[in-house]
C-alpha cells in the first residue's frame, strides 16, 4: 500500500512538472492604475499557491493559539483533578496475575 501511495505522489509530480514545462510562455499581470507585470505563467501559479498556503496557515494559527490558551488556562485551573484521574500504575516487582 505505501508504494502504491508514493506511486501515486509520482505520478501527480509527472503531471504538473509537464504542465509548467508546458506552460512557460510570459503572461500579463494587469494590477491597479496601469501597473502591468510579466512573467511565466508557471511563476504566477506558483506565486499565489504560495501566497494561499501562507494565508492558510495564519488563518488555521490564530484559532489553534486561541484554543491552546483557553486549554492551558482550564488545565491551570484543575491540577489537583487531572493528577486524580490518572491511573495508577502497577508495581512492577508484582507478577500481571498475582492476586493481593
Not at 506552460?23 to 499581470?29: D, E, I, M
Not at 492604475?33 to 501559479?45: D, E, H
Amino acid at each position: 500500500m505505501r508504494y502504491l501511495i508514493w506511486l501515486a505522489k509520482l505520478a501527480v509530480f509527472l503531471i504538473l512538472f509537464a504542465f509548467a514545462l508546458r506552460n512557460t510562455g510570459h503572461v500579463t499581470l494587469s494590477g491597479l492604475q496601469g501597473a502591468q507585470w510579466q512573467a511565466p505563467l508557471i511563476l504566477w501559479l506558483l506565486l499565489f499557491f504560495v501566497l494561499g498556503v501562507i494565508a492558510g496557515v495564519v488563518a488555521m494559527w490564530l484559532p489553534y493559539r486561541r484554543l491552546d490558551r483557553e486549554l492551558r488556562h482550564i488545565r491551570a485551573q484543575q491540577p489537583a483533578a487531572a493528577a486524580a484521574a490518572e491511573p495508577a500504575l502497577p508495581d512492577a516487582a508484582q507478577p500481571l496475575d498475582a492476586v493481593i
